[in-house]
């Protein structure tokens, strides 16, 4: 099958095994970043095409080592690794515009000693470093970057522009341990326990800096203490959907304001005793003007859209699937649809009416639909409406999401996929 010019595939399951296409493939345009070995102890990134140049320190830090490789494209840059005990491993990587940011460990006996590292994507070379972080975190997917600031509360203890490296938020902007966050209209919104127990989260909201060390947005903070298990919520504008966890003994959903913490409304749909099935999303309005309704899916096994402004039910309706709490998740792709993967079907609902229109196997969630930064929730892999879906565990499928899932191409690989593949 004709494989579409929209996209460029990069090497998928990159991160855990070694998948080799019993057929060749041209990458072109896009580069690729990938991890590799067991336990991610090294970290390579191919240049497909030349990146931005940046400017480096000129001196090597301590931590993983750089190795210099091809500018020749389609051959591998450069490398970052553990390769001896001089010379700390690779956790973790993300990738942010022109600059890699790197999680490893220092050199030294202390296992707690860490780092955070940014590199420019061209050539590796060190842009800045941080070195108070620890050598582990407990959710690696925790990091992300907003308005050019990179928010990582396992590793940092505050927000750092990610050009420069310069910290911009009050020391300490969370405390304890962060089951996520998310950022809506400037702000940053964190749910934790504040180092005490997890019945006792707090909810907190707190003005990003904007143009400097200024913030914007109301209050500059918020908080809501001995709040409940909310899931990571839905945003739109200044909006926040907040839906309990499981097992939560109240089980309403409340639309909140970000930045006063003001109740907007509740939703009383999923009845006294129903509850969220998986986090909520919001897919954009089907007039393209913008997210103007949440979606949620009930442990009913029914997909809820819901008014933003409103609170008012516009649909709702069964799924003729069997979700089951973490095994389903919830999300959408570049607006052309609703996606749900629930234990081995993947299905596709319009975001309009929230009718079932294409399904097809899939491998499962784990393998399928990678984290997404800031904790919480999981992802479908898309670009330009093109799905990217294990259709088995040797099988990579992509789908044309604007022609009702159609399958554009499938390719197999000669390994088992352990992780969700990447554009």
Known sequence: MARPSMVDVSMPCSMTCSCRPDRPHTLTRRAFLTTSGAGLTGLAVWAVVRAPKAPGTGAEQDGPVLEAGSTHPGRERWRLTGRDDRAGDVTSALLAGGTVLVHGARPGPAATQGLVRAVGAEGGASLWQDDKAPARAAHD????VASGLLIAPELLDRVHDVRTGDPRLPQQPWRGTV????????????????????DD???RSLALPSGGSRATGGPRTHEREKTRDWRAPAVSGTRLLLVPDTGALDPRVFCLD??????WWSYPGLGKTGQSQAAPVTPPAPDGRGGERFALLSDAEELHLIDVR???R????????TAGNGATALGHAAGTGLLV??????????????????????AGLDTGWPSLPGGGRRGPVARDGVLLSWLDARTLQALDLADGGRQLWRTSFDAIARCPPAI
């Open 179 to 198: 089951k996520w966050f998310a950022v809506a209209d400037g702000r940053l919104v964190t749910l934790g326990d504040d180092g005490g127990s997890t």
């Open 258 to 263: 970000v930045a006063t913490g003001r109740e």
């Open 141 to 144: 997917s925790l990091w992300g």
């Open 314 to 321: 516009l649909r709702n309706g069964p799924l003729s699937l």
């Open 201 to 203: 989260r707090v909810l």
């Open 310 to 312: 409103t609170g008012d």
């Open 341 to 362: 993967a629930a234990g081995e079907d993947l299905i596709g609902f319009s975001p309009d009416s929230g009718k079932r229109l294409w399904s097809h196997p899939t």
